[in-house]
């Protein structure tokens, strides 16, 4: 009997750790972001060159699955995902931010905000992300806030983000991004300007 219960417990502890883990891995755990993993950091910034490709594991196609990102291979595309500002405070609807960049090693580049559900925010404020068209260049920025800053020439909403990521999207990419990100990127900053309700 003592036998039995010992194979028992081993047995409930043993599916309670790899079904935990594997919902940890695929980013499916309660308040878990879909977008913590990958292989690849620059400066805060994630991706895993796996994504969108045949050698991609279960638990990355997981997450790709659920963020959405309807990924490319990585010769056509490749994507970095943040969730903090450069202070590593998460990015939250109620501060607003500098997000400032300038050109990067690819053919075309955006940047997109999602929500805490990997979702673009809903509301009609035409203004979720920035791209290479309208960016132009050379040196940019825009301002991420709830509300369209005075004088800002580009801006990216976050009214109904409450917390939310920024996906950087670069598009053909150049060989030397592909050989060697962190010699080859200078990923765009995100400084926090200031808080609602905050001194």
Known sequence: MRRVLAYLIAT???AAIGLGSA?????????AS???FGNVEVDGWRSDFTIGSETA????RARIARHGLLALAKSEAVYFTR????TGQPLNEAC????AGGPMPAGWWSVTLYDAASMLPINDD??????ASRAGSGRWEAVIAPLQAEGAEHWISSRNAQTFDLT??????????????VAALTPPTIERLDCEGAA
């Open 168 to 181: 950087l999207r670069l598009y053909l990419p150049e060989p030397a991004l592909l050989a060697d990100p």
């Open 12 to 14: 409930l502890a043993g």
């Open 57 to 60: 594991d279960p638990y990355i």
């Open 23 to 31: 919902l940890a891995m695929a980013g499916l755990w309660p308040g």
């Open 96 to 99: 607003r931010y500098r997000l």
């Open 34 to 36: 879909a977008l913590a």
């Open 126 to 131: 035409n203004a979720l992300s920035i791209d």
């Open 83 to 86: 969730a903090v500002d450069d």
